[in-house]
């Protein structure tokens, strides 16, 4: 097995750069971004997520650093009132918050200490090279022009907006209507009341926005509009100001009215929930947001990423010491072991996503005797199994 590139400097292409290269495996990382996660983004993850991170060495130094910041609990509420939530603990958090581009920094670093790895930043892939109907390699372009990279084996983890996805002609199936988040981190400082300790997630007629604490002093605000009052996101602070400060509590429009600027660290994502029907061809498998898109609600897309790497880096390191080429049927089983997860994962998401577009009587039905009833049965069932192997 020769050079894999990996295309996309996310927590897929990291995660997977970093599990190949502790075992020697050569690997070649195409970043576009002179930087990782130029938006600063923080997302919000499940305790696996950190235990993922711990058992691959990396939870104490990113604590260390300030790059995991606990969540002591989960509210979701609708009409002022809480339909679903999780009492954690400082000891036994709900949730953390988990800073992406301080994860990749770390993941590069472990990364140098290994030979074989390289990673070339603010390169961007604009053609695949060919044999036959495989992929051989892929063709870049930086500031020192265009440079053609053989490999092995090209793995996409270039996101939901793949490139080499469009490249290769692969159309995923699409579950869900694309729709527009706006992220919004902002200082708290002057705004004590503001500094929530867990994740608090509000429903309205109008929109779904959710607040998580990302830092000592910051904390995070993700905002959806239904489709019947959709907005602009892009538009400026200004224009977006009195619909957000519609949308959310009162204990933060003060902070919104002061901080929710121009310079405001914030981004737009236009989140379109898909799955390919066939995650790779000859040369090239897809993993992470570029195979199987993922909302940013719940740090579902996080988990995605870094089980869908370690999947792959256990196939290919197998392959590897057993100097077995990369072959379809290789990339066929990575994609098998994968995708029950992601399906089931997706469904969720989007049945938990269902209510912001419906009627009010239908949501008032959903929340308040679908989810308690569901939640029931499911906590009956988990208290049966206890039982029974108590038993045993």
């Not at 000891?91 to 301080?102: E, H, Q």
């Not at 519609?246 to 929710?260: E, G, N």
Request: contains cysteine.
């Amino acid at each position: 097995m020769g050079d894999i590139v990996i295309v996309g400097g996310g927590t897929a292409g990291m995660m997977l750069a970093f599990q190949l290269a502790a075992q020697g495996i050569p690997v070649r990382v195409i970043e576009r971004h002179a930087e990782f996660g130029s938006d600063g983004s923080t997302a919000c993850v499940e305790p696996p997520v950190i235990r993922t991170l711990n058992q691959l060495g990396l939870l104490n130094e990113l604590t260390a650093r300030s790059h995991v910041m606990p969540l002591t609990s989960v509210r979701k509420r609708y009409g002022g009132r809480i339909y679903a939530g999780i009492a954690g603990s400082p000891d036994r958090p709900a949730r953390y918050a988990l800073d992406v581009p301080g994860l990749l920094s770390l993941l590069d670093e472990r990364c140098r200490q290994f030979p074989g790895y390289s990673l070339e930043r603010a390169t961007t892939v604009v053609k695949v090279m060919r044999d036959g109907a495989g992929v051989r390699g892929v063709i870049v372009r930086n500031e020192g022009g265009e440079q053609r990279i053989p490999a092995s084996t090209v793995v996409a983890c270039d996101g939901r907006a793949s490139t080499l996805r469009r490249l290769v002609g692969m159309k995923p199936e699409i579950l869900e209507v694309p729709w527009e988040m706006l992220g919004i981190r902002l200082r708290t400082d002057g705004f004590p009341e503001t500094l929530v300790e867990g994740y608090e997630e509000y429903l309205t007629d109008r929109s779904l926005t959710a607040v998580f604490r990302s830092s000592d002093q910051h904390i995070t605000i993700l905002w959806r509009r239904a489709r019947r009052y959709a907005l602009k996101l892009s538009a400026s602070p200004r224009t977006l100001l009195p619909y957000l400060v519609q949308d959310v509590p009162v204990r933060y429009h003060a902070l919104l009215r002061d901080r929710f600027t121009a310079d405001v660290q914030r981004t737009v994502l236009r989140i379109s929930a898909d799955r390919l029907r066939r995650w790779h061809v000859p040369g090239l498998i897809l993993l992470g947001d570029a195979a199987h898109t993922m909302s940013p609600f719940g740090g579902q897309g996080i988990a995605a990423a870094l089980q869908d790497a370690a999947a792959a880096a256990n196939h290919i390191t197998h392959a590897f010491r057993e100097g077995i080429p990369f072959t379809d049927q290789l990339a066929a089983r990575i994609e098998r072991d994968r995708r029950p997860y992601v399906a089931k994962a997706q469904a969720s998401q989007l049945l938990e996503a269902e209510p912001l577009n419906m009627t009010r009587p239908a949501r008032w039905i959903s929340l308040g005797i679908v989810t308690p009833l569901s939640k029931w049965f499911s906590g009956l069932k988990s208290t049966r199994g206890r039982a029974a192997v108590a038993r045993g």
